[in-house]
């Protein structure tokens, strides 16, 4: 008994999480294990309205099994009707939108969702449901519709005739924080489909850790739609390759191949053999023809696909962009624009659907509605296994309840390090091994790994084996030099489930290789840690190609991002202890390379403020100067502030660690921080001075770097460049 309570526990912790994000008492979670439905259809004699294809093709003969199904061919036919006329009366309405791709993947999406797919609508939140991404998500109107029909609370009629308005729960692309059943946001093309690779990688690093021989906890699968522009994109090939390497057996991609882009076909551009590309990625590849009528097909491959458990499997699905329409299917004129009047009454007829806009058949309804007890069935069912797998298994249990629900273990920080002046100075790069392993010894949920530099980045964690095909289990994950699919896959990781915490690395300047992933993160709430290393020119010798100058300011001025630059020991264990908790902003940590004493008065709970007090010697709160530093150059301020106060004059010392948090605090506090009558401050930080006017005034002196770096030593550097003690010093005397 006091196990099933303690499932029924997790299932309401998800639910309270779920309304909390979206405000809504009727949005719940929910999670079950079923099998593939055998259902068949006698495919259309005639593959109408498909276009010939342009080139040769050279694929793998794939023997396909028919299979057999109970659903009434013209249920089938209207429900994927309903789907195109759904997306075309929404973009319609809207005057804006994309109705091309919705109107060719309407038959491969309603077998996915309807026949195929576990999930509870009435609990887009349930941990064992399996997953979709929409990679081409400017069709998302597709999956809205599915939504819609589905029965997700989420996406009613009234938000389908409110596309793309204000306030909306339809954006113009998928956004995961707006629309309860979205996994995560798409839109810059191959971002999709790598966060569904982190999304699996997910699955299979949980199962191996938590299935046992007489309990399967964590047992779903990915499903992912990408056309030819999120093939076209790097990022695509680079998820796509880590996927074959890692075997991903729970990954299944549709490719929506009909040629047509924003520019036309695309011949004009993309002439590769996609399915040998693939097949030499290490996928299992399967080539359906006829992806506008032939539903076998599409099911007959779903099923090959789930037999093949060693690799991720691509489905190219042959379809017409804009399937339906009698003048513009198979043109770019339909891929992002509303077809108009005269084109929606075209398309109705020649597709013979009398209904009214927004108007779905009644027993197209009565089909679908079986989904909201079929689900809440699901997640029963696995609620009784999990109760049973807790009693069985209670240490097991409760850290994948805790990776489930996000809920930290109590007193976890504890386990950061924390330093004295007088304790050995390090790189912040090593500083933040030291709290990279001591996390991920309490943490169950944490992860992470580097672009091909660990022992650069320094992030191995060194009570973990590898990630890979055969030990999913392990928590290092190997990225190779692939810094922007390394982002993206991390972002699937962080949106599986709340209690994962993936962290990746690289140089802090190759973050330029991974910037669309990272503003993603930022977007989609996905609380990614980024570390980010060899920070400034302090890297010395490998000069400006690998130093990073505009890179601070540009992630200040990033939203939901926090930017932490820590100083020493203390200040690094701060910005992993407010990243860890931090589960809906990414945080960015940029560390050095070079080794930085343990400084006088910085602290953990200093960091949580982002600017605090480190050494003052001033009364009143009327210092006569402010000195404010980041990082390294923390050090030189100090070094300034002594120099000064033997002088004579009242300094104050302020770290500026993370100006995301210290934006946050009340006014009080900034104002004891940073006194409104004290206008002499000087900053002093080895990158862009940008955005610093903001903090020390129009008055006040930035000191720092407005050009590319050099190659040579990095003390040289710092002198060539002006960041020294003396040119703080200058700076404040300038200003008494």
Not at 70 to 84: A, G
Not at 269 to 291: C, M, P, S, Y
Not at 535 to 560: K, V, Y
Not at 609 to 620: A, F, H
Request: hydrophobic share 40%; proline share 5%; net charge negative.
């Amino acid at each position: 008994m006091a196990s099933t309570t303690s499932s029924l526990a997790l299932s309401q912790a998800l639910l309270a999480r779920a309304i909390s994000h979206h405000g809504s008492d009727h949005r719940r979670v929910s999670l079950v294990p079923s099998s593939f439905s055998s259902r068949r259809r006698n495919a259309a004699s005639s593959m109408t309205k498909l276009r010939s294809l342009p080139r040769p093709l050279v694929v793998r003969a794939a023997a396909v099994e028919t299979l057999e199904t109970s659903t009434d061919s013209s249920i089938v036919d209207k429900s994927v009707n309903s789907i195109r006329f759904l997306a075309i009366d929404a973009v319609e309405k809207a005057k804006s939108g994309h109705p091309g791709l919705p109107m060719g993947c309407a038959p491969m999406a309603h077998i996915l969702y309807d026949e195929v797919m576990r999930y509870n609508p009435k609990n887009p939140y349930w941990f064992n449901r399996d997953r979709f991404v929409l990679s081409a998500g400017h069709g998302c109107m597709l999956l809205y519709a599915l939504l819609h029909l589905a029965g997700y609370d989420s996406v009613l009629e009234e938000d389908l005739k409110s596309f793309r308005q204000w306030g909306s729960k339809t954006p113009g692309h998928p956004e995961n924080f707006e629309t309860p059943g979205i996994e995560v946001t798409t839109g810059p093309l191959g971002q999709g489909i790598a966060n569904a690779v982190g999304l699996a990688l997910a699955e299979k690093h949980l199962a191996a850790r938590f299935n046992k021989p007489d309990a399967e906890v964590v047992d779903h699968y990915t499903y992912v739609i990408l056309g030819d522009g999120c093939q076209m994109e790097g990022i695509s090939n680079e998820a796509a390759s880590l996927a074959g390497h890692w075997g991903l057996g729970k990954l299944i991609a549709f490719y929506d191949d009909n040629h047509i882009s924003i520019d036309g076909d695309t011949e004009i551009a993309f002439t590769e053999n996609v399915d040998q590309r693939f097949e030499a990625l290490g996928w299992h590849v399967i080539w359906v023809k006829n992806g506008n009528t032939g539903y076998d097909e599409i099911r007959a491959a779903i099923k090959e696909a789930k037999t093949v458990t060693d690799k991720p499997t691509l489905i190219k699905v042959t379809t017409t962009i804009g399937y339906g329409s009698p003048n513009k299917a198979n043109s770019y004129s339909v891929h992002g624009a509303a077809l108009g009047e005269k084109e929606v009454e075209a398309t109705r007829n020649n597709l013979g659907w009398p209904y009214e806009p927004f108007q779905v058949p009644e027993e197209v309804k009565s089909h679908w509605s079986r989904h909201t007890p079929e689900g809440k069935a699901l997640e029963s069912d696995w609620n009784t296994i999990f109760a049973a797998y807790e009693k069985k298994y209670p240490e097991e249990a409760a850290e994948l309840k805790s990776i489930i629900t996000g809920e930290l273990p109590a007193g976890w920080e504890k386990a950061l390090p924390t330093y004295t002046p007088e304790s050995p100075g390090d790189a912040t790069r090593n500083l933040s091994q030291q709290c990279l392993n001591a996390i991920a010894k309490v943490v169950p949920g944490f992860l992470g790994g580097s672009a091909d530099l660990a022992s650069s980045n320094m992030t191995l964690l060194k009570a973990s084996g590898d990630f890979q095909k055969a030990t999913p289990e392990e928590r290092n994950l190997r990225f190779g030099v692939r810094e922007h699919g390394m982002g993206a896959i991390c972002n699937g990781i962080a949106l599986h489930s709340p209690g994962l915490i993936p962290y990746c690395a690289t140089f802090f300047v190759f973050t330029d290789y991974m910037r669309g992933a990272m503003r993603i993160s930022a977007l989609s709430e996905a609380g990614v840690i980024y570390v980010m290393t060899h920070d400034s020119i302090g890297l010395g010798e490998d000069g400006p190609t690998h130093q990073p100058i505009e890179h601070i300011a540009s992630f200040r001025a990033m939203p939901n991002t926090l930017m932490f630059r820590p100083a020493d020991g203390n200040e690094t264990a701060g910005a992993y202890k407010i990243a860890v908790t931090k589960r809906k902003t990414p945080s960015i940590l940029a560390l050095s390379r070079q080794k930085l004493p343990q400084l006088p008065g910085t602290s953990i709970e200093g960091v949580e403020k982002g600017g605090y007090t480190i050494s003052d010697n001033s009364s009143g709160n009327k210092p006569d100067v402010i000195l404010i530093g980041t990082g390294s150059e923390l050090e030189i301020a100090a070094q300034a502030a002594e120099v000064l106060r033997k002088e004579g004059k009242t300094v104050r010392v302020v770290s500026f660690v993370c100006w995301e948090l210290f934006d946050e605090q009340t006014d009080d506090y900034k104002e004891s921080v940073l006194p409104s009558g004290v206008s002499a401050r000087v900053s002093i930080e080895a990158a862009s001075t940008f955005g610093w006017g903001k903090i020390v005034g129009g008055r006040g002196k930035s000191i720092g770097i407005n050009s590319f770096g050099a190659s040579a030593p990095a003390p040289l550097l710092y002198k060539e460049f002006g960041i020294t003690v003396e040119a703080v010093v200058d700076a404040a005397k300038s200003l008494f």
